[in-house]
């Protein structure tokens, strides 16, 4: 089956520009999670979708971050402003269920360098 | 609160050298416990976990992990390494009750010399 896919897979931009990545789970995945992964340290988990709605988004930065689901498919991360520290790989993940034993699956991740 | 601690951000081992990766978790709720595995510039893969049951794991590649309570741990080892196991590990905790929220360790980079 096809894994997880993300797009771009890097991005350079100036402080203070919007960017936005891409993602398009698994077929038939209802769960889709949005990842930030800083520089030696493990992913965190900004925001997880359940189908359409939102069951978590406890640790995104919403002055700044948003992301969509739209369909209960395809999702888009935002940033506007970026700030230096949004420097990271964004991962985006799904999975068939949304229990708490269930794998998620991995895109390659989109690498953001904020300059 | 969740948290994961892996000892050694760093391991260096032998071509057919044990492998052993460090995991301790703090949970205030019986955890679910991962093991994923980051080649360069690909996405987390999954090795192993433990949910419920039998606490010795065995995932791919060889590895296989423990479950130990009394010691909220949860090692890594594979017996021999071989070169293609160089890579970024990391472990992870989720808990029963809740959405599949996975709390991450920092990660240790496996170097494998011949």
């Known amino acids: 089956e096809a894994g997880v896919a993300q797009s771009p897979r890097y991005k350079i931009i100036e402080k203070r520009q919007s960017v936005a990545f891409w993602c398009n789970p698994i077929s038939g995945h209802a769960t889709l999670y949005w990842y930030q992964q800083i520089l030696g340290q493990g992913p965190k988990l900004l925001i997880q979708f359940q189908n359409n709605g939102v069951v978590d988004d406890s640790q995104l930065p919403k002055d700044r971050f948003s992301a969509e689901r739209l369909k209960g498919v395809d999702s888009t991360l935002k940033i506007q402003p970026a700030k230096l520290e949004d420097s990271a790989v964004y991962l985006c993940?799904?999975?068939?269920?949304?229990?708490?034993?269930?794998?998620?699956?991995f895109g390659q991740g989109t690498r953001l360098t904020v300059v | 609160a969740q948290s994961v601690t892996q000892l050694g951000s760093h391991v260096s081992v032998s071509e057919g050298a044990l492998v052993l990766l460090r995991c301790n978790y703090s949970s205030s709720v019986p955890p679910y416990l991962f093991w994923y595995v980051q080649y360069p510039n690909q996405g987390l893969q999954l090795l192993l976990k433990y949910t419920t049951g039998a606490t010795l794991v065995k995932g791919i590649n060889g590895f296989e992990a423990e479950f130990k309570k009394s010691e909220t741990s949860f090692h890594l080892t594979k017996p021999s390494a071989h070169m293609s196991d160089a890579a970024e590990y990391f472990c992870?905790?989720?808990?029963?009750?809740?959405?599949?929220?996975?709390?991450f360790g920092a990660g240790t980079r496996l170097a494998v010399h011949p």
């Open positions: 993940a799904s999975s068939s269920l949304p229990g708490p034993a269930t794998e998620a699956f």
């Open positions: 992870a905790v989720s808990h029963s009750g809740g959405y599949n929220k996975l709390i």
